[in-house]
């Protein structure tokens, strides 16, 4: 449900019971409202004269006649306040008052009228009416007294719909706030996985696949599991690129990039480690079945390129598990190399 299908009462959560309890709290009896409702007649007679009076004394406050703004708006208010003194003077201090009381402490909050400023204004009305009160009607002490209770009344009403309005403000930020730490962290991950990935092939980058192979080498010394890597670097490919084209280089790098992808085991690693060279981690796989898996990709290769070739070194830890992750990179590749100058072993263990 929205704030504005709910009417101001409903909202603050008061019910009649709760304006017969406020009421009660501040002991305004039945006989002090019909008081009050009795000196309506001839506070209607000087209204014009209290609500002149009252905005004369606000407006010689720079900070309200700021707040006023402008001359319609003076004549708005007095018309409001004009309501607002017959209010008081009613004796029908029911749901609908209340409920204009509450849309005042609303509408000051809105437009940022502080507290002191309304408690003022509050003060300096009650000033003006009871000298009025004094010279016209009889039971004097108690009417005043009442009028009092009523203005307290009204004061912790206004003051209920403007620290409602502030606690709206704050849970509503709080809202916000962890929606953008929400998206913060979620854009947060997003940027770290990308910045792990090889743009063009979507495969692991080198700086990824150092981490990649460390965390793993750590996983095979615990279990005592072999590991193998496997380097990849296609022969002469500046030759495709200088031949063939660039576009065709990319082709060629992209579709290695898918043998790595799908010609191995869900646990394998596929990577870039730059240009035209790609290494895959192997856990849990010795040079024999690592050897097994190169040479199902090497086909897949020369079966769509019989004019190209790949060189494949492939290293493991063996039973040495203090092996650095750079330490079998540097073997891998060494054996690629011993791999690129044989033609007939294109795949070196
Ligand atoms: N098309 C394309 N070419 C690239 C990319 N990255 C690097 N290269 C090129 O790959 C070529 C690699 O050349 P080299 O390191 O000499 O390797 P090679 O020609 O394969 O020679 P060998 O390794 O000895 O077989 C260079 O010409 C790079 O410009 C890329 O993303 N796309």
Request: net charge neutral; with cysteine; hydrophobic share 40%.
């Given at each position: 449900?929205?704030?504005?299908?709910?009417t101001?009462?409903?909202?603050?959560?008061?019910t009649?019971?709760?304006?017969?309890?406020?009421?009660?709290?501040?002991?305004?009896?039945?006989e002090?409202?019909?008081?009050l409702?009795?000196?309506?007649?001839?506070?209607?007679?000087?209204?014009?004269?209290?609500?002149?009076?009252?905005?004369?004394?606000?407006?010689?406050?720079?900070?309200?006649a700021?707040?006023i703004?402008?001359?319609?708006?003076?004549?708005?208010?007095?018309?409001?306040?004009?309501?607002?003194?017959?209010?008081?003077?009613?004796?029908?201090?029911?749901?609908?008052?209340?409920?204009?009381?509450?849309?005042?402490g609303?509408?000051?909050?809105?437009?940022?009228?502080?507290?002191?400023?309304?408690?003022?204004?509050?003060?300096?009305?009650?000033?003006?009416?009871?000298?009025?009160?004094?010279?016209?009607?009889?039971?004097?002490?108690?009417?005043?007294?009442?009028?009092?209770?009523?203005?307290t009344?009204?004061?912790?009403?206004?003051?209920?719909?403007?620290i409602?309005?502030?606690?709206?403000?704050?849970?509503?930020?709080?809202?916000?706030?962890?929606?953008?730490?929400?998206?913060?962290?979620?854009?947060?991950?997003?940027?770290?996985?990308?910045?792990?990935?090889d743009?063009?092939?979507?495969?692991?980058?080198r700086?990824?696949?150092?981490?990649?192979?460390?965390?793993?080498?750590?996983?095979?010394?615990?279990?005592?599991?072999n590991?193998?890597?496997?380097y990849?670097?296609?022969d002469?490919?500046?030759?495709?690129?200088?031949?063939?084209?660039?576009?065709?280089?990319d082709?060629?790098?992209?579709?290695?990039?898918?043998?790595?992808?799908?010609?191995?085991?869900?646990v394998?690693?596929?990577?870039?480690?730059?240009?035209?060279?790609?290494?895959?981690?192997?856990?849990?796989?010795?040079?024999?079945?690592?050897?097994?898996?190169?040479?199902?990709?090497?086909?897949?290769?020369?079966?769509?390129?019989?004019?190209?070739?790949?060189?494949?070194?492939?290293?493991?830890?063996?039973n040495?598990?203090?092996?650095?992750?750079y330490?079998?990179?540097?073997?891998?590749?060494?054996?690629?190399?011993?791999?690129?100058?044989?033609?007939?072993?294109?795949?070196?263990?």
């Amino acid at each position: 449900m929205n704030y504005t299908d709910k009417t101001l009462l409903e909202r603050m959560k008061i019910t009649k019971i709760e304006i017969l309890e406020r009421l009660n709290i501040l002991g305004l009896h039945d006989e002090e409202i019909r008081l009050l409702s009795k000196s309506r007649p001839f506070i209607e007679t000087k209204i014009e004269h209290i609500i002149n009076t009252f905005y004369q004394k606000q407006i010689s406050n720079d900070e309200v006649a700021a707040l006023i703004g402008d001359s319609d708006t003076l004549v708005r208010l007095k018309e409001a306040q004009h309501a607002y003194i017959l209010d008081l003077f009613s004796g029908k201090y029911d749901a609908d008052y209340v409920n204009n009381r509450l849309r005042i402490g609303m509408v000051h909050k809105r437009i940022g009228v502080d507290p002191k400023l309304y408690l003022t204004a509050l003060s300096d009305l009650k000033y003006i009416i009871i000298p009025i009160l004094i010279e016209n009607i009889t039971n004097t002490e108690t009417t005043i007294r009442a009028l009092d209770k009523l203005l307290t009344f009204d004061a912790t009403l206004v003051f209920d719909t403007y620290i409602d309005s502030i606690v709206s403000e704050v849970v509503s930020s709080k809202e916000k706030l962890e929606i953008y730490a929400h998206n913060l962290e979620r854009k947060s991950k997003e940027f770290e996985r990308l910045s792990k990935l090889d743009s063009m092939t979507g495969l692991y980058n080198r700086r990824a696949m150092q981490d990649m192979l460390n965390r793993e080498l750590i996983v095979s010394k615990r279990r005592k599991s072999n590991l193998s890597l496997a380097y990849f670097d296609i022969d002469d490919f500046k030759n495709i690129n200088d031949l063939e084209g660039h576009n065709k280089g990319d082709k060629v790098i992209i579709f290695i990039s898918s043998l790595l992808l799908n010609q191995t085991r869900e646990v394998d690693i596929p990577c870039r480690a730059g240009g035209d060279e790609f290494c895959l981690i192997l856990p849990e796989c010795n040079t024999i079945n690592a050897k097994n898996i190169c040479t199902k990709i090497l086909a897949k290769f020369i079966e769509n390129y019989p004019n190209y070739n790949l060189s494949i070194g492939i290293a493991d830890t063996g039973n040495n598990y203090a092996l650095k992750e750079y330490d079998l990179i540097k073997s891998a590749d060494s054996k690629m190399y011993k791999a690129k100058k044989e033609n007939a072993q294109k795949i070196q263990i």
